[in-house]
């Protein structure tokens, strides 16, 4: 089959590898049908993520048909369509138990080599290096999902794949940050970046109830798209004092939340910051948590830091402001599963149309590489990446 492989940093290739078989009683084989690029592949296309070995399939957002089940009596069965979580779980642990489904304590096989590197370990994810699990990814024909009893959810009646897609990774990962700042409705929230995670952050604090909802970008075509998805407020941190502006608007008091959609590969802008930042963007493994440093000074005392970012090892943070100012931080990979049927429904119901942010859209994995490039240099207005296999 055709798979998008890593190669080394910046090296991401259309391979041909052997298809996929049946491990487990437990695994089914998808024929993928619909896959997209992650900001959060970007971290391995960018050489932050360690473990990562040549050949190794990318993907975790996919989702397609069941073509073989590992035994007679799985509750899949052959021809269903699935959507698939970005986390694998095995649905037995106590943190699977407890719904707390991206820190399954059973499902990531290399999870005493993680804790290791990075302090602890997630769940199983598929296609994002062998801290991980190691597991292929689904930006191919086809992919092995493990423990397929538990996560996928079978796609309901009359939904396309676009309107899907989303569902196993980025919605409810937008969601689960605004969910994390417990808004009783009226309150400011201050999203920094609105890429596909930072955009449906804002939808989801629209429906939410927040009273103004604040998007920090450089990026033209994203701050269109924040607007279309509800921002009250745009900063352009290139362009204005992000500090000076949130003071501004909730007169003097700093936001009710503020929300880290950029993570550990954020931009400085102006003087030193952002010469810095653009010669850390040139080198390899550098950690630049420069939008989690403005959150700490921009929210208000006992106000929510909420960080869906990624961050791949420690990173300098002031815990003196933090805790003079009483703060609560909410952070982690999404726990999927425990938002599939909600959004599902708000799908269905037309609250949500997740299609908006696609901009690019193919038919081939032959043009994976050319994507990757163009998703991460933000070229040809690039926002998010679609295959349609
Ligand atoms: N917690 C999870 O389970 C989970 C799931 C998916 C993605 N993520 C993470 O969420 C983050 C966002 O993902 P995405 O797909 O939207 O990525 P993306 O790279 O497309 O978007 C990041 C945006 O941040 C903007 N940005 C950069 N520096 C900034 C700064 N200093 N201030 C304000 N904006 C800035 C960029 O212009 C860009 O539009 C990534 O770190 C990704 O790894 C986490
Ligand atoms: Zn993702
Ligand atoms: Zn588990």
């Not at 980025?170 to 596909?196: F, R, S």
């Not at 149309?353 to 043009?367: A, G, Q, V």
Request: with cysteine; charged share 25%.
């Amino acid at each position: 089959m055709r798979a998008l492989c890593w190669n080394g940093r910046n090296d991401i290739r259309c391979e041909t590898v052997p298809d996929p078989a049946i491990e487990d009683r437990r695994d089914v084989i998808l024929r993928v049908t619909s896959c997209a690029i992650c900001g959060s592949d970007l971290h391995l296309m960018d050489g932050q993520m360690p473990t990562m070995e040549k050949g190794d399939i990318l993907g975790h957002e996919f989702m397609g048909e069941v073509v073989e089940v590992g035994s007679p009596d799985h509750v899949l069965k052959k021809g269903d369509r699935v959507v698939v979580p970005f986390n694998i779980n095995c649905g037995e642990c106590r943190m699977c138990r407890l719904g707390n489904w991206s820190c399954c304590l059973k499902s990531n096989r290399n999870g005493e080599m993680a804790a290791k590197v990075q302090g602890y370990p997630t769940a199983g994810l598929f296609g994002y290096s062998h801290l991980t699990g190691g597991y292929s990814g689904g930006q191919a024909e086809y992919v092995r999902v493990p423990m397929a009893d538990v996560a996928p959810m079978k796609v309901p009646e009359g939904m396309s794949d676009e309107q899907a897609l989303f569902l196993t990774d980025i919605l409810p990962t937008g969601w689960q940050a605004i969910d994390h700042c417990g808004l009783q409705g009226g309150e400011t929230v201050a999203i920094w970046g609105a890429g596909p995670v930072g955009l449906f952050a804002i939808k989801s604090a629209v429906l939410m109830k927040a009273g103004r909802i604040i998007a920090i970008e450089t990026v033209p075509e994203r701050i269109e798209l924040a607007r279309i998805a509800g921002a009250t407020d745009i900063i352009n941190p290139a362009d204005e004092s992000v500090q000076d502006r949130i003071r501004e608007i909730t007169g003097g008091q700093g936001a009710d939340a503020v929300v880290d959609c950029v993570g550990m590969e954020a931009s400085g802008h102006g003087g030193v910051l952002g010469v810095l930042s653009k010669v850390q963007e040139k080198l390899t493994a550098t950690e630049r948590p420069y939008a989690l440093e403005q959150m700490v000074q921009a929210v208000r005392p006992c106000g929510i830091i909420s960080v869906p970012g990624v961050y791949s090892g420690a990173v300098p943070i002031n815990m003196a402001a933090i805790v003079q100012k009483g703060l609560t931080m909410k952070t982690g990979q999404t726990h999927v599963k425990r938002y599939l049927e909600p959004l599902a429904k708000l799908i269905q119901d037309g609250s949500i149309d997740p299609t908006f942010l696609i901009s690019h859209r193919s038919s081939n994995l032959e043009d994976g590489p050319e994507l990757y490039r163009k998703f991460r240099d933000k070229e040809d207005k690039c926002v998010k990446v679609v295959f349609h296999l």
